[in-house]
């Protein structure tokens, strides 16, 4: 490969090596003659050749991107101008204390707080009880993952990753002098639930894949060593995570993959005690669960796709009776419950909806009625049981972020917080629209558009996707997008099969041997709309991440001439070779979702025939930024790395190819809040300077 010198700018792209190597399976050959990238030590990466190659591509990328930091400073700073630096959450109520979080002036990382009920609002009992500043001092990167308080308020259990690699330190803090107990877990991966009376805290810790198969018990004050497993789960796809009911009377131990669960009960008061099945896993079946008094409250799509919510007596888990039957109109996504009511929680027509229903009344139902026609809205943080005020967030695509508090015996909604812009905005030059675009097969794909209401017709358009997992993609708001549109850009959002944004019809219609619709959707997206006046071929400049980097590297394979400019983030794009990689973190609980080529030779072909890194071909690409993280655990960076690598091999035209892989992060790039930003204004600086947009 050709390296160069840190202090001199290259002269020309990296060149990787190849190192001939080549898999076998079902009678089928597959050459990967960059399969070295991959160092065997991983996940530590220290093989030289392996860290020289990242390097060239990284000096190469800033080599490149030099002649537009001007254009980053000044992307950089505006969308800085539009966060209101030194803010504050609208505070909740929590047993004895109310709780927020603070960012100060120029402050990366937030503070929290608290203060008792009924103290003066005056910052005279405020109470700081963690410092996210003070602990991300002198780090490359920081992330603060559980955050636990205990019930008596005493004890602040929380965790924290310095590298990105997922693997979280949780420690216990003494709230009443500030001091670390001497407590201290590696390793974890998962919340963290206080039990017995806050003598234990409930975990999971991350095995050598990276996988948490397990819920522990940590005895404060005793070794780690001596900590009790209190459920092991044996199917290497599944994985185990636990929580508290509602009414913290329960320790719930889940186990699932994608498409089926398990659930156990333990008294949170005493852990140790024999666990509740509530009802054996069932392939296929999903299914999640609260408790009041001795009735379980059941979400399960065992008779419906759709889910339904049913009930139980908690001395017959497993004996469910349909509360909420499941609906093709009306996709139930979730529920809470509280003392004297509960909430429902789903998408009509894509579009989210909140109800809420009473126990002892089964015909009252309350929707919770918004103003848009087109939004995201749900359930905020509601930690207590007894309530009659239930905090709510709310956004569109030109509606700010807001936090409202719904009172429920007054059907009210009230206006506690309003995400303030202080650079200025005005919702009035905006316009937001809601479109169907047939795709190929005749389904209609619902499109989220924003964009100026003086945008001249056919000008650049940006379209991002994602499209995987059952996850929705919201039409929410975002600062940093109005780069984009401030600059004569609509934005818009294909909410594309392989997500659940109208139900899990539609996840399932993105999946295994029907994943291929996710592609081709967003390229009818993109066809349609061109077709009616939005933009044109070329002017079109599109993004996504993780599986929507696949979606990207799928997409300039398939239909390269659509695109002037795309972004792929941690780009999942070695699908192939990862789906047979058994040892690796993730691939077990992929399977349901893409397949086992390992094991059927029909799910090999497929995955093979739409892979983006097996598809590469010599053919003209549009001009690709690529990022990774050298520490990410679940898109491993060989992968965007092995992907550059044949695209400069094979690819024929003399488009702009550059590879950015954060040697000290992880999935999410870098860490703060301002740093996050400089990363989004490398990104629109990029997409704006190959499209030829100036300003």
């Given at each position: 490969?050709?390296?160069?010198?840190?202090?001199?700018?290259?002269?020309?792209?990296?060149i990787a090596v190849k190192h001939p190597h080549s898999i076998t399976h079902h009678g089928i050959t597959v050459t990967d003659d960059y399969a070295w990238l991959r160092d065997p030590g991983y996940p530590e990466v220290k093989d030289p050749e392996i860290l020289a190659h990242?390097?060239?591509?990284?000096?190469?990328?800033?080599?490149?991107?030099?002649?537009?930091?001007?254009?980053?400073?000044?992307?950089?700073?505006?969308?800085?101008?539009?966060?209101?630096?030194?803010?504050?959450?609208?505070?909740?109520?929590?047993?004895?204390?109310?709780?927020?979080?603070?960012?100060?002036?120029?402050?990366?990382?937030?503070?929290?707080?608290?203060?008792?009920?009924?103290?003066?609002?005056?910052?005279?009992?405020?109470?700081?009880?963690?410092?996210?500043?003070?602990?991300?001092?002198?780090?490359?990167?920081?992330?603060?993952?559980?955050?636990?308080?205990?019930?008596?308020?005493?004890?602040?259990?929380y965790a924290i990753d310095d590298n990105g690699s997922e693997r979280f330190t949780a420690r216990i803090k003494d709230l009443a002098t500030g001091e670390l107990l001497p407590d201290q877990i590696p390793g974890t991966l998962s919340a963290l639930v206080w039990v017995a009376?806050?003598?234990?805290?409930?975990?999971?810790?991350?095995?050598?894949?990276?996988?948490?198969?397990?819920?522990?018990?940590?005895?404060?004050?005793?070794?780690?060593?001596?900590?009790?497993?209190?459920?092991?789960?044996?199917d290497e796809g599944f994985r185990v995570g636990s929580g508290l009911s509602a009414n913290e009377e329960w320790l719930v131990i889940s186990t699932s993959d994608h498409e089926t669960s398990e659930v156990r009960l333990v008294p949170a008061a005493d852990p140790l005690a024999?666990?509740?099945?509530?009802?054996?896993?069932?392939?296929?079946?999903?299914?999640?669960?609260?408790?009041?008094?001795?009735?379980?409250?059941?979400?399960?799509?065992?008779?419906?796709?759709?889910?339904?919510?049913?009930?139980?007596?908690?001395?017959?888990?497993?004996?469910?009776?349909?509360?909420?039957?499941?609906?093709?109109?009306?996709?139930?996504?979730?529920?809470?419950?509280?003392?004297?009511?509960?909430?429902?929680?789903?998408?009509?027509?894509?579009?989210?909806?909140?109800?809420?229903?009473?126990?002892?009344?089964?015909?009252?139902?309350?929707?919770?009625?918004?103003?848009?026609?087109?939004?995201?809205?749900?359930?905020?943080?509601?930690?207590?049981?007894?309530?009659?005020?239930?905090?709510?967030?709310?956004?569109?695509?030109?509606?700010?972020?807001?936090?409202?508090?719904?009172?429920?015996?007054?059907?009210?909604?009230?206006?506690?917080?309003?995400?303030?812009?202080?650079?200025?905005?005005?919702?009035?030059?905006?316009?937001?629209?809601?479109?169907?675009?047939?795709?190929?097969?005749?389904?209609?794909?619902?499109?989220?558009?924003?964009?100026?209401?003086?945008?001249?017709?056919?000008?650049?358009?940006?379209?991002?996707?994602?499209?995987?997992?059952?996850?929705?993609?919201?039409?929410?708001?975002?600062?940093?997008?109005?780069?984009?549109?401030?600059?004569?850009?609509?934005?818009?959002?294909?909410?594309?099969?392989?997500?659940?944004?109208?139900?899990?019809?539609?996840?399932?219609?993105?999946?295994?041997?029907?994943?291929?619709?996710?592609?081709?959707?967003?390229?009818?997206?993109?066809?349609?709309?061109?077709?009616?006046?939005?933009?044109?071929?070329?002017?079109?400049?599109?993004?996504?991440?993780?599986?929507?980097?696949?979606?990207?590297?799928?997409?300039?394979?398939?239909?390269?001439?659509?695109?002037?400019?795309?972004?792929?983030?941690?780009?999942?794009?070695?699908?192939?070779?990862?789906?047979?990689?058994?040892?690796?973190?993730?691939?077990?609980?992929?399977?349901?979702?893409?397949?086992?080529?390992?094991?059927?030779?029909?799910?090999?072909?497929?995955?093979?025939?739409?892979?983006?890194?097996?598809?590469?071909?010599?053919?003209?690409?549009?001009?690709?930024?690529?990022?990774?993280?050298?520490?990410?655990?679940?898109?491993?960076?060989?992968?965007?790395?092995?992907?550059?690598?044949?695209?400069?091999?094979?690819?024929?035209?003399?488009?702009?190819?550059?590879?950015?892989?954060?040697?000290?992060?992880?999935?999410?790039?870098?860490?703060?809040?301002?740093?996050?930003?400089?990363?989004?204004?490398?990104?629109?600086?990029?997409?704006?300077?190959?499209?030829?947009?100036?300003?």
């Amino acid at each position: 490969m050709r390296c160069m010198a840190n202090d001199t700018p290259p002269l020309a792209a990296p060149i990787a090596v190849k190192h001939p190597h080549s898999i076998t399976h079902h009678g089928i050959t597959v050459t990967d003659d960059y399969a070295w990238l991959r160092d065997p030590g991983y996940p530590e990466v220290k093989d030289p050749e392996i860290l020289a190659h990242l390097e060239a591509e990284n000096a190469w990328f800033e080599a490149r991107m030099a002649g537009q930091q001007a254009r980053i400073d000044a992307l950089f700073t505006e969308m800085r101008a539009r966060i209101k630096e030194a803010d504050r959450s609208v505070p909740q109520k929590d047993g004895d204390f109310l709780y927020w979080i603070e960012f100060e002036e120029g402050a990366e990382y937030k503070k929290w707080w608290r203060r008792p009920v009924g103290a003066a609002d005056d910052g005279s009992a405020d109470e700081l009880i963690l410092d996210e500043v003070a602990l991300a001092a002198g780090k490359d990167y920081f992330r603060l993952g559980a955050l636990s308080v205990s019930k008596d308020g005493r004890l602040l259990a929380y965790a924290i990753d310095d590298n990105g690699s997922e693997r979280f330190t949780a420690r216990i803090k003494d709230l009443a002098t500030g001091e670390l107990l001497p407590d201290q877990i590696p390793g974890t991966l998962s919340a963290l639930v206080w039990v017995a009376g806050d003598k234990g805290l409930v975990y999971s810790l991350a095995n050598e894949q990276w996988r948490t198969d397990n819920a522990r018990l940590h005895w404060l004050g005793q070794p780690v060593e001596s900590d009790v497993e209190l459920y092991h789960e044996d199917d290497e796809g599944f994985r185990v995570g636990s929580g508290l009911s509602a009414n913290e009377e329960w320790l719930v131990i889940s186990t699932s993959d994608h498409e089926t669960s398990e659930v156990r009960l333990v008294p949170a008061a005493d852990p140790l005690a024999a666990p509740i099945l509530v009802k054996a896993r069932e392939l296929g079946v999903e299914y999640d669960v609260d408790v009041r008094g001795d009735t379980l409250f059941v979400h399960a799509n065992d008779t419906h796709e759709n889910f339904r919510l049913a009930t139980a007596p908690l001395a017959a888990p497993g004996d469910w009776t349909t509360l909420i039957a499941g609906s093709d109109a009306f996709y139930l996504t979730g529920f809470e419950l509280f003392k004297d009511f509960y909430v429902v929680e789903g998408r009509r027509g894509g579009l989210d909806q909140i109800e809420l229903r009473w126990y002892d009344d089964p015909a009252r139902v309350e929707p919770i009625v918004f103003p848009e026609a087109s939004y995201d809205a749900g359930l905020g943080d509601n930690p207590e049981w007894d309530t009659q005020v239930l905090r709510l967030g709310y956004e569109s695509m030109v509606s700010p972020a807001t936090v409202y508090d719904y009172h429920v015996a007054e059907r009210r909604l009230e206006v506690r917080k309003v995400q303030e812009i202080p650079s200025g905005y005005d919702a009035a030059l905006y316009v937001t629209e809601r479109l169907e675009i047939p795709a190929r097969d005749g389904t209609l794909i619902p499109v989220s558009i924003v964009m100026r209401r003086d945008r001249a017709p056919g000008g650049p358009l940006h379209l991002y996707g994602y499209g995987a997992y059952g996850i929705a993609i919201a039409p929410g708001f975002s600062t940093t997008r109005l780069s984009l549109v401030d600059r004569g850009f609509a934005y818009a959002i294909a909410h594309i099969r392989g997500g659940d944004d109208l139900g899990r019809a539609w996840y399932k219609a993105g999946k295994l041997e029907r994943r291929t619709n996710t592609f081709s959707d967003f390229v009818d997206v993109a066809r349609g709309l061109v077709e009616r006046g939005y933009t044109a071929p070329g002017r079109i400049s599109i993004s996504g991440g993780s599986a929507g980097g696949e979606l990207m590297g799928a997409v300039i394979n398939s239909d390269p001439d659509l695109w002037g400019a795309v972004v792929a983030h941690v780009p999942f794009v070695d699908v192939l070779n990862t789906m047979l990689d058994e040892s690796l973190p993730l691939t077990p609980g992929e399977w349901p979702e893409w397949g086992n080529p390992i094991e059927d030779a029909a799910a090999f072909a497929l995955i093979r025939s739409y892979s983006p890194y097996d598809q590469v071909s010599a053919q003209a690409y549009p001009p690709l930024m690529v990022t990774a993280g050298l520490n990410d655990p679940r898109v491993t960076y060989w992968e965007p790395a092995k992907w550059v690598a044949r695209l400069r091999e094979l690819k024929t035209d003399g488009n702009e190819l550059l590879l950015k892989t954060n040697m000290g992060a992880g999935h999410g790039g870098k860490s703060g809040r301002f740093e996050s930003l400089r990363e989004t204004a490398e990104e629109f600086a990029f997409v704006l300077w190959q499209l030829g947009v100036e300003g």
